[in-house]
């Protein structure tokens, strides 16, 4: 059972930053934010995780709030092959979870020219 | 240089046949995973693997046996398909149980 919120769809211009939210009220201190896609026929693919402290890397930015009970992923400069399912995970980091992400529905990002 | 391969991609078979997909990750990692994305698009964990060892069986029919012959193997052998086995089944792996998983492209099961 995902323990997370996301809206099903969402839609950004080409070039435009791409915000997708993430509820994840229910959040424990130990868990940790997972952001991964899936680009259609492909396998999922990780994108960012992040504890408490706001996070970047090459791909994206994740912003948590201070109550930890969301985060946003920010795709700076969206492109068309940004287009895909994004999944927003929370799971305990480490041996205790033994990989067992629990992937929602995820929101289909939908990048159009 | 794929990192985590699995074959065949497709997979066409008939109900009661026995039939193996390979998954081989090229990483170094300690933990391999098998999951299943089912027609409704839900990803689901059925194995874990850490050095060669189970340490996830997730209520998986036991006509599915995971084999890890090494840590850079881990095969899925199922035993007399149903047609609710159809599913694409993805292979994955970590160098940390449970953080940033690299996923296989996927293994797409049709049991006629």
């Known amino acids: 059972d995902a323990k997370t919120t996301q809206p099903p769809s969402m839609d950004c211009a080409e070039g435009r930053a791409a915000n997708l939210p993430c509820n994840h009220s229910?959040?424990?201190?130990?868990?940790?934010v997972y952001w991964y896609r899936q680009i259609h026929s492909q396998g999922p693919q990780y994108i960012i995780h992040?504890?408490?402290n706001n996070e970047t890397n090459e791909m994206a930015s994740l912003i948590i709030t201070e109550d930890r009970k969301s985060s946003t992923l920010i795709l700076p400069h969206a492109t068309l092959r940004d287009t895909a399912v994004y999944y927003c995970?929370?799971?305990?980091?480490?041996?205790?979870?033994?990989?067992?992400?629990?992937f929602g529905q995820g929101t289909i990002l939908t990048v159009h020219p | 240089d794929t990192a985590v391969s699995q074959t065949p991609k497709y997979l066409v078979t008939q109900m009661g046949n026995d039939k193996s997909i390979k998954c081989e990750q090229n990483?170094?990692?300690?933990?391999m995973y098998w999951y299943k994305q089912d027609s409704k698009k839900f990803l689901k964990i059925m194995f874990s693997?850490?050095?060669?060892?189970?340490?996830i069986n997730e209520t998986v029919p036991n006509r599915f046996s995971p084999k890890s012959p090494d840590k850079a193997h881990l095969n899925l052998h199922i035993n007399s398909l149903e047609l609710g086995d159809s599913a694409v089944y993805f292979c994955?792996?970590?160098?940390?149980?449970?953080?940033?998983?690299?996923f296989g492209s996927g293994t797409q099961l049709s049991v006629l």
């Open positions: 693997y850490n050095n060669k060892e189970l340490i």
């Open positions: 995970i929370v799971s305990p980091a480490g041996g205790t979870s033994y990989g067992k992400l629990t």
């Open positions: 990483l170094g990692h300690d933990t």
């Open positions: 994955a792996s970590s160098q940390v149980a449970g953080q940033k998983l690299f």
């Open positions: 992040g504890l408490k």
């Open positions: 229910t959040i424990s201190g130990n868990e940790y």
